[in-house]
C-alpha cells in the first residue's frame, strides 16, 4: 500500500469520510482478488499524482463484510467516490490509468 | 514517435507472453512486453489466471499457487532478466513491411505510440464469452460477475445460476458452492462438454442442479439480479427462476481481432500456426490460447511462449538482426 493509502474499517469509515474535506476514493477489494490486485499500483500512482484533490482509501471486505453490505457492493474491485460523506460515483470492475482518470475527470 | 527499432515486441502477457519475455530477455533480445490493461470482464495483463484462485496442476507447485502469485512469478522472472513492460493495450499493427510496427495509447497521456521491432510474438489469449444481453450488462457488479473467484464471496447462501457445459462451467459451478445454497447449471444441451473428472465431481456435489436443453434469454432485476428467464429449447417452453447471482462460461473467443485480414486465423479467428509457431508471415510469431482451443492450459501456454522465443531467436539470428553472442571469456588467446 502507498503512502498516500488509508486502511478504513467499520470503526473508523463514517469519521473519515464525513470529515474529509477532500473526495475520497474507496477501493473495496480483498487478498485473493486477481483484478484487485491489477489495479493496486494504479491507484497508488494516481494518489501520488494528485495528493491535494482526492485520498484514495482501501476497504478490506474480508475484515469489513458490514461496509461492503451496507453500499451493496456485489464485485470487486468496486471503487466508490465519496464527497461530503455522501458516494458520487461508483466504478465496478478493474480498469486502466487512463479508463480510470476519465472517469474521476470531474473530481480531479 | 518512438524511433528505436527494437528486437522482438511480444504482446500481451499470459503464460505464453511472459514466457517468451523470459527467454527472449535471455537470449539478449531486450523484449517490450506490451501488456495489456487491467479488466475484470476481458482479458487483462497476467491473463486468464488472473480471475483464478488455486491452480493445482502447474508442475513444480506441490500444494499449488494462487493464479495471480503465478503470473505476478513469471512477470518478475522476465524483469529480472530484463524485459520492459509497457501497461497499454495495441490498438492496431502493420506488419506490410520490415521493421513491424505496432500502435498503443502511451499508459500516461493516452497519445498513441509507435513501436517498432525486427520480430513480433503475438500471445493475446483469449477472452470469457458473454451472453450479449442488455439486462446482462446493465446488472454488471449488481449480480453478473464475470469472475468467480473475485465475487462468489457475495452470495453466501444465496441461490445462484452458471450458464455453459464445459470445464470451465463446472469449475465455477464447484467452487461457487463453497458460499452458494444452491447452484443450478444451465446447459443448451442434454450432455456436458466437461471432462469426466469435473463431471463426476459436479454430479456428487449436492448443492449442484441441472438444467438441460435450456438457454438465458433473459436477467431479470431492476437495480440488481433477481430471477432469468429461460427457454427449454425442445419444448420452447419458458419460465422464470429465482436467483441472487449470474455466471457465464459458455466458452471464450480470441484476441484476434487488430489482426484480421492480415495473420492467418481459423473460422473462429485462433491465429493458425506451422513448425511450430510460424504464422502466414515471416518474423510474427503466435503462441498461447490465441493459437490454441485444444488444450488451453497455463503449461501448453508456457510450453509454446518458449518454442515462440527460441523461434524468433532464430529467425533473427538468419536475418542477422540478433545481438552477437556475449563472449563470456576473453577474446585475447
Redesign the interface.
Known sequence: MGQHMLALTEQTFDEEIKGSESPVLVDFWAEWCGPCKMIAPVLDQIAADHPEKIKIAKINIDDNLELARRFEVMSIPTLILFKDGEPQLRIIGAKGKGQLLEELQAFL | MNEEIREVIIVGSGPAGLTAAIYTARANLKPLVIEG?????SD???GQ?????DVENYPGFVDGI???DLM?RFRSQAERFGAEFL???VTRCDFSSRPFRVWA?D??T?EEQEYASHAVIVSTGARALMLGLESERRL????V???A???G??FRGRDIAVVGGGDSALEEANFLTKFADSVVVIHRRKALRASKIMQDRAFKNPKIKFLWDTVVTDVVGDT?VQGLKVRNVVTDEESTIAIA?LFVAIGHVPNTDIFRGVLDMDDNGYLLTHDGSKTNLEGVFACGDVQDHVYRQAITAAGSGCMAAIDAERWLEAQGEAPPEINETPTEW
Open positions: 490493461l487491467p479488466s475484470s470482464t487483462q495483463p497476467g489466471l488472473m480471475l483464478t484462485t494462487m493464479g495471480p505476478g501497461t497499454s493495450k495509447p499508459p500516461t493516452g454488471m457488479g449488481y449480480g460477475s464475470t469472475c473467484t473475485c465475487d464471496f457475495f440488481k447471482g
